[in-house]
């Protein structure tokens, strides 16, 4: 397998894993843009290792060299970056650290097999991923990604319906699951939760939120 035909695969990967990623990330996934593309670009490296291991040990080495090794190394691998991820509530992170230490762990076994130009090209997609996609995918999620905002509003039915009616006047569609109120008993609440897409959007939303009498706290996920 030539040097071009190595950097094509491994490009293409890139290039799915990236809009696969963009996707999930605009959608608030946790598994976005970096984790999706390092998976992809380190999968596509694999069975490139397994096919060259297949086809040119022999003629180098005089030997075939034993491929059951390498699935092993890799599942290995996956529980240890398994232990970097961390839930907090709804937020999950470590993802994309944990996608990069499973690909150091592809990049060794091809460097092992004595690939030396595969584990070049693999080596500085992932630098490349982990230092210059992350200001791309933070520049997608700033603008288009949808922000989460949670009101909590005193009881009364006149204030609620007032607040649903400006949050209707500045374009946002509520839903009649987002929106509660409860006005029995002692524990008297309502809450209306929405999202909006974009941190601008966001912040002009809450800003013409602090004209409104009523709301007792605002909760933003940024």
Not at 40 to 58: D, G, K, Q, R
Not at 74 to 99: E, P, Q, R
Not at 198 to 210: N, R, T
């Amino acid at each position: 397998m030539t040097i071009y035909e190595i950097i094509n695969r491994m490009l293409f990967a890139a290039a799915v894993g990236s809009v696969i990623g963009l996707e999930r990330q605009l959608k608030g996934h946790p598994i976005g843009m970096r984790t999706n593309t390092l998976v992809c670009i380190s999968s596509a490296a694999v069975m490139i290792l397994s096919e060259m291991m297949m086809t040119n040990t022999f003629s180098v080495y005089g030997r075939v060299v034993d491929p059951r090794l390498a699935p092993q190394v890799i599942t290995g691998i996956g529980f240890l970056g398994a232990g970097t991820i961390m839930h907090s509530d709804s937020n999950v992170k470590g993802l994309t650290t944990a996608a990069s230490l499973w690909s150091v762990g592809c990049i060794g076994l091809v460097i092992g097999a004595g690939f030396y130009q595969l584990a070049a090209v693999v080596t500085a997609l992932v630098f490349i991923v982990l230092l210059i996609m992350n200001y791309i995918s933070n520049f997608f999620q700033r603008r288009v990604q949808h922000r989460n905002i949670s009101l909590s509003i005193e009881p009364q039915l006149d204030i609620f319906l007032a607040v649903i009616s400006h949050l209707k006047d500045c374009g946002v569609n509520i839903d009649r699951a987002d929106a509660q109120i409860d006005t029995r008993g002692e524990n008297k609440k309502a809450t209306i939760d929405f999202s909006v897409r974009g941190i601008k959007q966001a912040q002009k939303i809450i800003k013409s939120l602090e004209s409104v009498e009523g709301i007792l706290n605002i909760k933003y996920n940024s």
